[in-house]
């Protein structure tokens, strides 16, 4: 526990945040000097802080080309690289960057590699195929910084904020997935071991707060243009506001041609739009006009999710339909299982119950990561044949995990591109799906399987139900 740092206690001794407003600088930035922000998401929780920003989940030249024509300041391109091989995602980085390349024609824009607040996803690897194609980066930040989700990086260690307490990621489940797991919570450490010491901790350079907060956008422009090319860069961050301050400080140092890559969680994306986390939607403005009961399909393992759907459970008069992982995995039982779910689904949405299709919460692994992928993906495969199956639409569409809520968009519904409408609760985003999807006009409730408490998927299917929220 000595590693463990008191929440208030700590930020109570940190620096005043910078007082100037960092946000208004952005978006004078932007206006004077507009380029398209293209974001490569891993999966599709990264759109959990902005709002009418569209996400494409195809990539082809002639789909791209038409998106830098569009007057949005940034683009979402959903990856779910997460759920792909190494090789699978290099293979896809490599197209996506050359099709981006493209398409800019002469145009200049950024890049923003959004992976994981809690550090899991395939890194180096997008970054350097990034690099390989698009050319080399002067920078390449780190900054992992999402305070909805509780994720903070104070003197370049990160941390998960658990029941008052700055928790370093390492010590977290998080940091024990079978695909991505680690064990350095110092950003520096963590790079030099996920490199295999190709750049080490001690070549890497800090961002501090008391930088930020004291120096503001200046501060981190000097700092940002001060660093050696090709150095990787920790930013340190507590509040959103601090992330707004980087962001400004990067437009500074890419107004004098210095070019940055980011590899972040979502916090850098809006500040970098020029946008904050706008109001919480309200719950009726989200309810497809329909007599059939909602659909909540879960199938994130993470501990967090599991205790989510307990409560959900106890306080949710629903249909609950498991799918057994172990059967999923067995060719003879895989179609009867699918089958009856789907059968008991359509079933229960037609009388107006709401329904949660979730997979059995007893992890099953393998002893390598190939094996934990193809586990995963005919777990997918199975969750979208039943959600495939739906007949009609539900009042409301909830997918838990960052992996099945991109799974759901483009292979149950054959989402191409949607137009984030905001926040339903603190990092969880709606997606206004479009005329080519199976049910036109549903909001899909794209809900990470490692944000909000025990209560939080309970409380958001409880204000889709209610008439005031």
Not at 280 to 304: F, N
Not at 420 to 440: C, D, K, N, S, Y
């Amino acid at each position: 526990m000595s590693d463990f740092l008191d929440q208030a206690r700590t930020f109570a001794a940190l620096p005043a945040p910078w007082p100037g407003d960092a946000l208004a600088s952005i978006r004078s930035a932007l206006t004077a000097a507009p380029h398209k922000v293209w974001i490569l998401d891993d999966d599709p929780t990264g759109t959990q802080t902005v709002a009418d920003i569209p996400v494409l989940t195809h990539w082809d030249t002639a789909t791209l080309r038409a998106e830098f024509d569009q007057p949005h300041a940034g683009c979402f391109v959903l990856t779910n690289s997460r759920g792909l091989s190494a090789a699978a995602s290099r293979t896809l980085h490599e197209e996506l960057a050359r099709n981006l390349r493209t398409a800019a024609e002469e145009r200049t824009f950024s890049v923003i590699s959004r992976s994981d607040s809690t550090l899991r996803g395939h890194f180096p690897l997008e970054t350097d195929v990034l690099t390989e194609v698009l050319g080399d980066f002067d920078l390449l930040l780190i900054a992992p910084f999402f305070e909805a989700g509780g994720r903070y990086t104070l003197n370049d260690i990160h941390y998960v904020a658990e029941a008052g307490q700055l928790v370093p990621a390492a010590a977290t489940p998080f940091a024990r997935d079978a695909v991505f797991g680690y064990r350095e919570s110092h950003l520096p450490r963590w790079v030099e071991a996920k490199t295999a010491g190709r750049i080490a901790a001690a070549d890497c350079r800090s961002l501090p707060l008391e930088t930020i907060r004291g120096e503001g956008p200046a501060g981190v422009e000097r700092t940002l243009l001060a660093a050696p090319s090709g150095t990787v860069m920790i930013v340190n961050a507590v509040a959103q506001a601090d992330m707004e301050v980087v962001a400004a400080g990067m437009l500074a140092a890419e107004a004098t041609g210095r070019r940055m890559l980011a590899r972040s969680a979502a916090a850098l994306v809006s500040a970098r739009l020029g946008q904050r986390p706008p109001p919480l939607l309200r719950g009726p403005e989200l309810i497809h006009r329909t007599p059939h009961g909602g659909l909540i399909v879960a199938g994130s393992h993470v501990p967090k999710t599991t205790a989510q759907i307990e409560r959900l459970r106890a306080r949710h008069d629903l249909e609950a339909i498991e799918l057994s992982v172990p059967d999923l995995l067995e060719p003879a039982a895989r179609a009867g299982a699918v089958a009856l779910a789907t059968q008991r689904m359509n079933d229960a949405l037609a009388r107006g119950q709401d329904t949660l299709v979730f997979t059995s919460r007893e992890l099953v692994s393998a002893a390598d990561e190939a094996h934990n992928l193809e586990i995963g993906a005919r777990v997918s495969e199975a969750v979208i044949d039943v959600v495939r199956g739906a007949t009609a639409a539900p009042r409301f569409l909830i997918a838990k995990g960052g992996i099945t809520s991109s799974d759901v968009a483009t292979r149950a519904l054959g989402v191409q591109r949607a137009l984030i409408q905001g926040q339903i609760m603190p990092g969880v985003p709606v997606w206004a799906l479009g005329a080519e999807t199976r049910f036109p006009g549903l909001r899909l409730v794209v809900f990470p399987g490692n944000v909000g408490d025990a209560e939080a998927l309970a409380d958001t299917v409880t204000k889709l139900h209610s008439p005031l929220s």
